[in-house]
């Protein structure tokens, strides 16, 4: 089956900075979808991005199919962005899920 | 439109006993699917179901758990027997007809198994 990696695992950001996330997967998919567990355990939906960049406030997504990955943009980070983010991939009616990069934006 | 809804959101049970998790999927979505998340882990597929049909049930244990989307009413996750290995938070997720990639979650249950 597909293989899903993210990186980094771990990251820990003073509020005001940006970062970049990075999702791999090992075949071709004609989906891709962001997601954000926030600290109450809840995923928010973020992008549905099979290819293309996509762009929702200070948050930016581009997908890169034929070269297997995508990046999640964080922009001018804030507290509230911390949490775990995961991109997930269509396998027949299912996604697979990577580990996540967990994120903590300090004050 | 209100989203995916999951109820309880939390449930305790004991050693041996059942826990029904149900998931109204929203307005309008047809596909329902189940998802399993670990204590300090990712999500992992379990079913995926349609009205009175299961799909996918690649990733149910074989035993003492199963599911059912029936043509009223929620669709519910049943695990019999709970041991504390299935504590666990359940995710239930909806998409609309013909787009299986675009899922949209519910809050989840938290089950904690005593």
């Known amino acids: 089956g597909i293989q899903v990696e993210q990186s980094p695992p771990d990251l820990i950001l003073q509020e005001g900075a940006n970062s970049t996330l990075r999702c791999n997967f090992s075949d071709s998919v004609n989906n891709l979808q962001w997601f954000h567990q926030n600290p109450w355990g809840q995923l928010i939906n973020l992008f549905y991005i099979p290819s293309g960049t996509k762009q929702n406030g200070r948050l930016s997504a581009t997908t890169v199919a034929t070269e297997r990955y995508s990046l999640l943009y964080i922009s001018s980070s804030q507290t509230t962005d911390s949490g775990v983010y995961f991109c997930a991939v269509k396998q027949g009616g299912k996604l697979i899920f990577g580990q996540g990069t967990e994120l903590s934006v300090k004050p | 439109n209100a989203g995916v809804m999951q109820n309880p959101r939390h449930l305790v049970r004991r050693r041996g006993q059942e826990a029904r998790l149900r998931c109204s999927p929203m307005k309008g979505h047809s596909h329902v699917y189940w998802y399993r998340q670990l204590p300090e882990e990712g999500l992992k597929f379990m079913v995926y179901l349609q009205k009175e049909n299961i799909i996918d049930e690649s990733g149910m244990p074989k035993e003492r758990f199963s599911a059912e989307f029936p043509k009223e009413g929620p669709s519910i996750l049943r695990i019999q027997q709970v041991v504390r290995g299935d504590s666990a938070a359940y995710f239930c997720?909806?998409?609309?007809?013909?787009?299986?990639?675009?899922?949209?979650f519910g809050p989840g249950t938290r089950l904690t198994v005593l």
């Open positions: 997720a909806s998409s609309p007809p013909g787009q299986a990639g675009r899922q949209f």
